[in-house]
């Protein structure tokens, strides 16, 4: 261990142990003196039988302790004094370090966040609390319009997956905004893909939420990727073919939808059918850079049939130029939503939000 990690751990509880161990041998001294040269108590019949000598030799003696005890005293208020100070010096020394050590251990970390917050521009909104940090930025890159919210998260659990509506019934579903307003968040957006079918609109393939697979796991098949959040607040994701591929990461919460468009910093091979059907849409994608803050493109278009929004390809280049990692597109077309701080900040392209039955929300 260094001797700033070292110093790091002394606390003034510390100190003051070994402050009280450096004067305790000179309160003892002084109390053994003290014992010591206690006159004693005579009555008044053993008095009149003493020495006048033997009182005055007494005297000579008390003196001579109370001297040497007034020398001992001068000497031990002389090294409290010292050892005071000390203390003080080296309390001001470790908190000095202290401070210095932490502000260079956050030097790396702000240096990429400017960096990478450079390249989105100056945000519109902020939200900061003790436990996540939002920034909202608009992007327009010339042939689609929309929106990138760069999230940290301080707290892993400030980020949550909602299941269904309040009914609680299978297939069920709500909006995002609906979403939002019943679990307290401060802002969400659409989750993974969904299928209609038994009187309901139930999640596309493997969906893991409260701790277990919602229909069981299914190996992924045919283009289908899994994306959420571990426990420890990391985005996971990509082609699971076994549970046990799953299970390993510790998924905390996530939802399945197609295609993964980039894998550690790699632009993936976007499957030819997303490539034309449809060709542009309103898109909800999610990623994260590599210090673990997300990054939510939402893209606005004004239907579904190809003809607005962006390609699939366009986010991926934006993406890579951004800095971002890995990233997972989400359900899109009308699907498309971002909430924050109560309204909604897109234009659905339905005209009004789609309810879904997953949705990944964010807290204060």
Partial sequence: ??????????RPKQLNRTFMLAIAPFIG????????????RLSHDTAAYIPTGSVTEQSAIIKQNLDQAALSAEQTISSIEKTAKLYRQTTATVGTILKTTESQAARPEQIYNRRITGKLGVPIETVNSDRIRIELYKVNPGTYNGYAMKIKLKDSTAMKMSLG???????????????????????????????????????????????????????SFKDLAF?????????????????SQLDRLNPRFGATFVPVLMKNGNLTTIPEKWRTTPRRAPRTVIGNYKDDQLLILVTEGYDEKGKSGATLQ?????????????????????SASLVLNGRVVNKPSDGSLRPVPTHFLFFK
């Fill in 1 to 10: 261990m260094s001797k700033l990690r070292k110093l790091k751990y002394i």
């Fill in 29 to 40: 001294l002084l109390l053994c003196m003290w014992l010591l040269t206690e006159p004693p």
């Fill in 165 to 219: 509506s309040e009914s609680g019934r299978p297939g069920s579903v709500e909006t995002t905004m609906r979403a939002v307003s019943r679990h307290g968040a401060v802002a969400g957006i659409n989750g993974g893909g969904y299928a209609d079918g038994n009187g309901g609109r139930h999640p596309l393939s493997t969906t893991f939420y409260n701790g277990k697979y919602v229909s069981g796991f299914q190996p």
């Fill in 227 to 243: 994306v959420g959040l571990s426990e420890s607040g990391k985005l996971i994701g990509g082609k699971f073919h076994t549970q």
């Fill in 314 to 334: 366009e986010l991926q280049v934006k993406l890579k130029k951004l800095g971002v990692i890995d990233a997972y597109n989400l359900d899109g077309g009308g």
